[in-house]
């Protein structure tokens, strides 16, 4: 019989919040900048900025659903490091 080695707990939620953490700073690089991108990009005001920020919202609520389909496929820990590479990427 084969032993299967156990992912220690800790060690799982820490690369979690790391994940979590990247995640959350490569999703939100938008807002710190407005000011500079309404000045380059033309923006009529802070309205039209803030609709820009909102793509952001509507990608991730669109994209859901099928990366739902594709977890449920591969499975949560491949689709996990994948992400996770994506992000150390980006």
Do not use: D, H, W
């Amino acid at each position: 019989m084969t032993e299967r080695k156990k992912i220690s707990p800790g060690l799982v939620l820490f690369m979690m919040l790391m994940s979590m953490t990247a995640g959350a700073m490569c999703l939100n690089k938008v807002a710190p900048i407005v000011p500079v991108l309404t000045e380059s990009m033309g923006l009529a005001g802070a309205g039209q900025a803030g609709l820009l920020i909102s793509v952001f919202v509507f990608s991730g609520i669109f994209l859901a659903i099928p990366s739902g389909v594709i977890i449920a496929k591969l499975g949560y820990y491949k689709t996990g490091i994948v992400a996770l590479a994506a992000i150390l990427a980006g």
